[in-house]
């Protein structure tokens, strides 16, 4: 984590823990906490689920990390509304679709059930925080990685969700990189759908009637660089550069491998462990209504946003990531 994200994490962390006189009795156990994503089996998410493990144990209350295992924005709104009539602790949701998503947050809200938004934003709900990656920034890095490889020249084809807002954040962090280098453009956006078969099946079709005008592939969301780097390895295409998204453990041997140049990797456990211990200290400080614009308070109990922070990963430090359960990717 650079120095602007440990400083970021830590105001935030100080002033929320100040503002609750950092007790340190944990709050009653009664009701469940839940962590509510899409694709769940991915190891990104199984990451996210150790630090809320962790979290749930130091504080002795439950917690359960549910959602669909594939990317199915609307089973996940289905879940949603099987866990509010639960009446849960507290919520942490990664959202699919945040259109789709914004009036179960706001009931939720009404019903005095506290919900942080975790990795991806619902940005005109009623959530109470954000915390995760400042996906703008990541974006932002991925690009400046293609802008100083590449040498500003080139045409890049960009694999993402079009309707994940945190995905949509990165490429704009990406074509603001890009801003002022008039000879490196997208020439091709790829809607993978979560689906790695759908990933891999695109980059072989531009392998196959491209591969010479393609110079790079970047991967905004963790499912698709793995296939397009086994689509390289097929058609035995070397010397692209292709910059991935998190630490998943075949994007790390295809970095080793030297098909994949680089990848951003994300802090999910930290996300899920911090998010966890906020929504608890949360309920312990009896905050009461929920429903208030605390972001615009200037006595807020809440910060806005806590970013968890992201490094990237090439050949030079992927070994430090392998094997370890801490960092993984979505």
């Not at 100080?14 to 006189?21: E, F, P, Q, R, T």
């Not at 990317?71 to 639960?86: A, C, D, M, T």
Request: with cysteine; charged share 20%; glycine share 6%.
């Amino acid at each position: 984590m650079n120095s602007h994200c440990r400083t970021s994490l830590a105001i935030a962390m100080a002033a929320w823990l100040g503002s609750i006189g950092c007790s340190t009795a944990p709050p009653a156990p009664q009701g469940t906490y839940y962590l509510i994503a899409t694709n769940i089996k991915l190891p990104y998410w199984q990451s996210a689920l150790s630090g809320l493990n962790l979290a749930a144990k130091e504080l002795n209350v439950k917690a359960e990390l549910v959602g669909p295992e594939t990317y199915k924005p609307r089973e996940q709104h289905e879940e949603f509304q099987r866990v509010l009539n639960q009446n849960p602790s507290g919520i942490l949701i990664s959202v699919g679709d945040q259109r789709l998503m914004r009036a179960d947050i706001d009931s939720a809200i009404s019903k005095g059930i506290p919900v942080f938004t975790l990795d991806s934003d619902a940005e005109n709900s009623k959530r109470l925080l954000f915390i995760g990656t400042d996906n703008y920034k990541a974006g932002l890095l991925t690009g400046s990685t293609v802008n100083s490889t590449l040498n500003g020249k080139g045409n890049v084809v960009v694999f993402t969700m079009p309707e994940q807002l945190n995905l949509v954040q990165r490429l704009h962090g990406l074509n603001d990189a890009f801003a002022n280098h008039s000879n490196l453009k997208i020439t091709r956006t790829v809607d993978v759908q979560g689906d790695p078969q759908v990933a891999l099946a695109a980059a072989k079709e531009i392998l196959d009637k491209d591969a010479a005008k393609v110079d790079a592939f970047v991967c905004l969301e963790a499912v698709s660089c793995s296939e397009v780097a086994e689509a390289l390895s097929e058609h035995n295409v070397p010397g692209k550069l292709v910059v991935a998204m998190d630490t998943d453990p075949r994007t790390l041997d295809w970095i080793k491998k030297g098909l994949i140049s680089a990848t951003v990797a994300q802090k999910p456990f930290t996300m899920a462990y911090v998010g966890l211990r906020m929504l608890a200290d949360l309920n312990a400080s009896k905050i009461g209504n929920l429903d208030r614009p605390w972001a615009s308070s200037p006595e807020s109990k809440i910060p806005t946003f806590v970013d968890t922070g992201v490094t990237l990963v090439n050949g030079d430090n992927a070994g430090a990531y392998m094997g370890t359960s801490l960092v993984s990717q979505k």
